[in-house]
């Protein structure tokens, strides 16, 4: 099942316990519904509510998520079954990297240090990014392992994200 999310409002503003957004919700290329949150702690809204219990009965067969906290009677790491809300949460966590790093790359040269974290530039005008970006030894100017402006730009969302956690 490919679940995606489209037309996507997202109000940073608004986002207090939760993001404050709405979207449409697509499955297999169909639009089937649409998902909001108002921000401020509660649940997703799934119109129609049927859209949310097809995307939970898929999400039970998911690997569950490990979280980066311990759990407090195991001492291990705490685990959570997926439902539509994780994979919502997922899916527009997703959308707003792609959001970020196309903002970064249109005025930065963005690259992975030797320690895997993501770096940056100076903003350059854009003459002057595509200047640089065809540079022959601009990974070596930059003591750079990866220049995600080069890339494309799934590959560069990943690194970005990989990045942003290193």
Known sequence: MKIELKNIYYAEFASFETSCYKATIY?????????????QGGTDNVQPWAVAQQIDAYA???????CSFNDPETG????????????????????????????????????TGADGKIRETVSLKADQLQLQLARNNLREALKATAILNLMPFDQALKTYKQGATA
């Open 60 to 66: 039970a067969t998911l690997p569950v998520i490990v």
């Open 27 to 39: 499955i297999d290329g169909k639009k089937v519904g649409t998902v909001n949150n108002d921000g």
């Open 76 to 111: 291990k790491p705490a685990e959570m079954a997926q439902n539509h809300e994780t994979i919502f949460g997922e899916l527009l966590t997703d959308w707003l990297h792609a959001k970020d790093l196309k903002r970064a790359m249109a005025k930065r040269i963005l690259f």
